[in-house]
C-alpha cells in the first residue's frame, strides 16, 4: 500500500462518502487511488474555490466532515477562499492539497506554495506530510479536530513523493488524544446556577442562539428550554430555522438583514442570552449600546469569542447540547423561573411586540447609534427561514443550514453550498429570490 492508497483509506475509515474536487500533477496518485474505491463519490469541479464551498454545503447538510482535495500551486490558492469560509462560518472541512516532490520543497520551483502557511490565519490546523506511514494517523487528526469543539477546516499537505511511497504497515489509530487539544463540553457547575438565578431575576430576557446551536445539535434543546422558561428567541443569520417561522417564541432574525421586531425585541430585553453565537458585527451593530442597557449571558464553546466583541456578564464555556441539558435540570428544580420570566409564549410576545412592520434598518434602536446613518430596508427572510425548514424535512436532511446571504457576492457561494448538499438528498433545485439564495425541495438544478 502507498501512500495514495493509505490516504482513501483512512478517509473510508472516517466515513467520508464524498470528495470534491479538481485533479493536477501533484495529487494524481490519490486521484487515481479513488478509482480503487467506488463507494467514496466524487464531484469534478470547475475551479478549485468551488470544491471548497460544495464541500462546505456537503457539511452544513449532513453534519458530517466535508472533503475536497486538489492540487499545488495555484490549485491550493484557489481553494483559500472556501478553506477561509469554512473557518468563518466554523463549518467541518477537511482540505486535502497536492504538493511538489519533499525534498524539492522550498526552492521554489514549479507550481510550489507555502499552502500551510498560506492559510493558517484561517484555519484550526494543517499539517505537511513528511512519511507516509503517519498518513492514517494524520487523517484521523483532522477529522478529529475539524468536528469537535468549535468546528472548522484543517488542511493536509501531501508532497507527491510522500502518496507513491510504499508503507511499513497500515497502523489505524482506534482513539486521538492530541496533547493541547481538549475542547471543554461540559459547563461549570457554579457558573450554571449563577445563570439560572440571572434568569429567574429577570424581567425581559431574551435569547440570541446562532450557528453554534446547530454545530452542537442541540435543536431540540434549544426549544424544550425556550419553552419551559417561556423565553423568547431571536437568532442570528447562521441560526435561521432553529425554530419554525410560525413558533409563537420566534422572534426571528436580528441585525443588518434582519426584521424589525426581532431587533426591537433585543433592544428591549434585560437580559440577553447568548448561545453559539459570537456577536458579530451584522449581527448586533453596537455591542457596546447593548451591553450598558442590559447584562449579559454568553454560551460558546469556544472560550476565544466570549468577551472579544462584547465583554459578557457571565461567560460559560461548553458544547451548547450539553449546557442547555445542565440548565433544563436547573430550571426543573426552580419553581418560579417560568412565573418569573413570561407566563406564556402570547403574552412574551406581547410584551415586546407592537406590530410586525418592517421599518429601516435599526429603526428601534436610540438616536445617534446608526438609525439616521441608514435609510434601506431590512429584507424580508421569514420566506427563506420557511423554505429551510422544508428542505430539512427530506430523507436524509438531518442537520440542514443554509446561508441566506442578502449581499449578491455572496450568492455564489450559496448556489455551491447547493451543490454540495445535492451529494446528500439528490434532489435540490436552487434558484435566487430577490438578493439572496434560496433552496427549494423539488426537482434538480438545470
Not at 26 to 49: F, N
Not at 376 to 389: G, K, M, N, P, S
Amino acid at each position: 500500500m502507498n501512500g495514495a492508497q493509505a490516504l482513501i483509506e483512512s478517509l473510508k475509515r472516517e466515513g467520508a462518502d464524498h470528495i470534491f474536487g479538481y485533479a493536477g500533477a501533484t495529487i494524481c496518485p490519490a486521484v487515481d487511488a479513488l478509482r480503487e474505491a467506488p463507494e467514496i463519490g466524487y464531484t469534478l469541479v470547475r475551479t478549485e474555490q468551488n470544491a471548497g464551498h460544495m464541500a462546505s454545503g456537503y457539511a452544513r447538510v449532513s453534519g458530517k466532515v466535508g472533503v475536497c482535495m486538489v492540487t499545488s500551486g495555484p490549485g491550493a490558492t484557489n481553494l483559500i477562499t472556501g478553506i477561509a469560509t469554512a473557518y468563518m462560518d466554523s463549518i467541518p472541512m477537511v482540505a486535502i492539497t497536492g504538493q511538489v516532490p519533499s525534498h524539492l520543497l522550498g526552492r521554489d520551483i514549479f507550481q510550489e506554495v507555502d499552502i500551510t502557511g498560506a492559510v493558517a490565519p484561517f484555519s484550526k490546523h494543517s499539517y505537511l506530510v513528511k512519511d507516509p506511514n503517519q498518513i492514517p494517523r494524520i487523517v484521523r487528526e483532522a477529522f478529529h479536530i475539524a468536528s469537535t469543539g468549535r468546528p472548522g477546516p484543517v488542511l493536509i499537505d501531501i508532497p507527491i513523493d510522500i502518496q507513491e511511497q510504499t508503507l511499513k504497515s497500515f497502523d489505524w489509530p482506534e482513539e486521538v488524544s492530541i496533547r493541547g487539544y481538549k475542547p471543554s463540553v461540559k459547563g461549570n457547575d457554579l457558573q450554571i446556577k449563577r445563570v439560572v438565578e440571572a434568569i429567574g431575576k429577570a424581567r425581559q430576557p431574551i435569547i440570541c442562539a446562532g450557528g453554534g446551536v446547530f454545530l452542537a445539535h442541540a435543536e431540540e434543546e434549544l426549544r424544550q428550554f425556550a419553552k419551559a422558561t417561556g423565553i423568547p428567541v431571536v437568532t442570528t443569520m447562521m441560526g435561521l430555522s432553529l425554530l419554525p417561522t410560525e413558533h409563537p417564541l420566534n422572534m426571528g432574525m436580528i441585525g443588518a438583514h434582519g426584521n424589525n421586531t426581532a431587533n426591537k425585541a433585543l433592544v428591549k430585553s434585560d437580559l440577553l442570552i447568548m448561545i453559539g453565537t459570537r456577536v458579530a458585527d451584522r449581527a448586533i451593530v453596537s455591542p457596546d449600546e447593548i451591553q450598558k442597557r442590559m447584562a449579559n449571558i454568553h454560551i460558546d464553546v469556544d472560550p476565544a469569542e466570549i468577551g472579544k466583541n462584547m465583554q459578557s456578564t457571565l461567560p460559560l464555556v461548553g458544547n451548547a447540547k450539553v449546557i442547555l441539558q445542565q440548565l433544563m435540570e436547573r430550571v426543573r428544580q426552580v419553581d418560579n423561573v417560568a412565573e418569573v420570566t413570561f407566563v406564556s409564549a402570547d403574552e412574551a410576545k406581547a410584551k415586546f411586540l407592537e406590530g410586525r412592520e418592517h421599518q429601516g434598518l435599526y429603526a428601534n434602536l436610540p438616536d445617534g447609534v446608526i438609525r439616521d446613518r441608514l435609510s434601506v430596508h431590512v429584507a424580508d427572510l421569514e420566506r427563506f427561514t420557511e423554505t429551510v425548514d422544508a428542505v430539512r424535512a427530506l430523507p436524509g436532511v438531518a442537520n440542514y443550514r443554509a446561508e441566506g446571504k442578502v449581499a449578491e457576492g455572496f450568492v455564489t457561494a450559496s448556489l455551491l453550498f447547493c451543490v454540495g448538499a445535492m451529494a446528500i438528498t439528490g434532489s435540490i433545485e436552487a434558484g435566487l429570490n430577490h438578493n439572496y439564495a434560496i433552496i427549494i425541495s423539488k426537482g434538480v438544478i438545470d
